[in-house]
């Protein structure tokens, strides 16, 4: 994971010595404005970059299907392993033939300086990027296409807004960030407190979903879209690699049977993609895993029957 400094790349670790071995998540630089003056929805005209490992990737995908954009937002997919320079395209992607994602970033602003991430939402028109985070990306997925796509369900509803803002807040901090702060921490006391927090903050999920079906109100949400893709991965990846190994989500039994739920709704499963997941996080974190050794397992079947239908009552 480098960056690019006023336009030039660097391949740079983050830098925990000035933090306590607490590892600290950049900022995403491109916002959406919040007028959309010189951004209209239109077909055809923006793409989306992703990885298919990345979590924060992962959740526009899952808006972008649920909400019928696929045939009206294309995909470029990154190649799994994130190496000396960064995200890397398996061929040259279809707008510039660039072959790195932080070429993209320059075309953007030549003079870029800060991490290089996916999800990227390209302007092919403007020859801009129109937002790089993830949170901003899917609440324009949410509504911004509807009349192109006579789509109008609401994952970010009027009247669940302030539930919806809170339980992110918390999740992003203890649990979506939470499994990163557990992985990347250089001291033991940074990574006791992050672990600390990450399974405090799985109890209470794991309580809240013992008295209702989803996170919030009695239907999907922008709340769940947000929180599926750390648990999808919890098992596979952040148990072993990020040393989050208290228990597995399959031990939870309100957790599992709500991300069997999850997974088995509105062909979520076809965004999961194990084999990127694992050999991204694998293969590219050396200093975690130097062997890159990627384990052939554990099991898991998502597949499985789920007891969620009983708060359908």
Known sequence: MGLLIDGKWSDQWYDTSSTGGRFVRS??????????????????????????????????LIMRRIKGLESIIPVTVVHPHMLEQGWQFDEPEPLYGFTCLHELYCKA??????????????????????????????????RAFDALTGNSDDYYPLELRDQIDAI??????????????????????????????LFAALDVVEARLGQQRYLVGNHITEADIRLFPTLIRFDAVYVGHFKCNRNRIAEMPNLSNYLRDLYQWQ???????????????????????????????????????????????
């Open 27 to 60: 900022e995403s630089q491109f916002h959406c404005q919040s007028d959309h003056a010189h951004f209209s929805a239109e077909a055809d005209r923006y793409r989306l970059y992703v990885s298919l490992a990345c979590p924060w990737a992962h959740r526009t």
């Open 109 to 142: 602003d030549p003079h870029y300086s800060g991490r290089v991430t996916v999800p990227v939402l390209w302007d092919s028109k403007q020859e801009s990027i129109v937002c790089n985070e993830s949170a901003e990306i899917i609440r324009i997925f949410n």
């Open 168 to 197: 992110n807040a918390f999740v992003y901090d203890n649990i979506n960030n939470g499994v990163y702060r557990c992985g990347f921490a250089t001291t033991q006391q940074a990574y006791d407190e992050a672990f600390d927090a």
């Open 267 to 313: 062909d979520i499963a076809g965004t999961v993609n194990f084999e990127h997941i694992k050999q991204h996080y694998y293969y590219s974190h050396a200093s975690i895993n130097p062997t890159r050794i990627v384990p052939k397992g554990p099991a898991q079947d998502f597949e499985a029957p789920h007891d969620r239908k009983r708060f359908s009552r």
